[in-house]
């Protein structure tokens, strides 16, 4: 197992160096004059070139991709300061720390993220199970059909139909806003409840079809069976076999749906107008801010290979027939 873990931890170091550094030349290869942005309109060539000289743009190419990689591991200097590692750069549009600006954004982005999963996964996969395990009753029937339609809807409009429901008609409560949780736990729960609530209606609802259909087809698999025809009781046989063996590919969606939250619900957040990671993006690459960019992705690449990473670790726990060598 530790040489499982010390080879995945070090193919995802070589794949963050990859993306970085595809991400940084794909972007400086682009046409557009950063400096020329981040000076704004009415700028003199002066200016322009002062900028340039300040920002490293006048550096060879290889060397601004050295000091930017470097950076990440040792720190570096600007003119307006040193910046510690991890250091991502300065933003062009901001000029404030790229880093300083992730880590700010990233509390919101991870109140949506726990608050989703502890939500999606409780209601999702308990509906699921039930329905399962009631096959072809009436609570099978209202627990698919109602999963079938929710599945349906998407944030951006069951978004504004609750924020018309709780907020815009009745005023019963205040748009989302985010409160930080360790100072204030129940204005964080008020300011985040409609956003947790509506993700987690659509990922709820995907969550008890994909448990229902995989329990449904471990409880039909040989070993089952053969456990059943032994005299074990169909509850002992339902979660000591078929739940478990249904756990292995529920595990690789959780994962991509954990690192894809993580990176940056960028649906959900400008639904409600919140400012997380997924917000940030599409300001760095609205704003064409190369730092912020580079920044936000090298950061939502690293959640995504740490949630494999941790998926890939679970499968051998969860099936014993999986060995990782």
Known sequence: MF???LRRSMGA???LFLIG???FFLFLSGPSDYASLACGKDCSPARIESIRHAMGLDLPLFQQWWDFMSGIVMGRDFPTGHCSAPCL???YSSNELVWDTVVDRMPLTLSLTVGG????LFIGLAAGMIAAYKKGTAVDKFATGASTVLSSFQIYLLGPLALLLFVWSTGWFENPKYYPFLENPFLWLAGLW???LVMSTIFTAQYTRMARSELVQQLQEEHVR????KGMSKKYVFFRYAWRGSLIPILTVIGIDISSLLSGGV???LTFSLHGLGRLAVDGATTKDLPLTMGVMLVSAFFILICNMVTDILYAYVDPRIRLS
């Not at 999963?117 to 999606?120: A, E, K, N, Q």
């Open 3 to 5: 040489k499982f873990i």
């Open 13 to 15: 170091v070589i794949t």
């Open 21 to 23: 550094t595809v991400t």
């Open 89 to 91: 750069g300065v933003s």
């Open 117 to 120: 999963l502890v939500v999606f």
């Open 194 to 196: 409609i956003p947790i």
């Open 226 to 229: 053969t456990a059943r025809a």
């Open 267 to 269: 649906v959900t957040e």
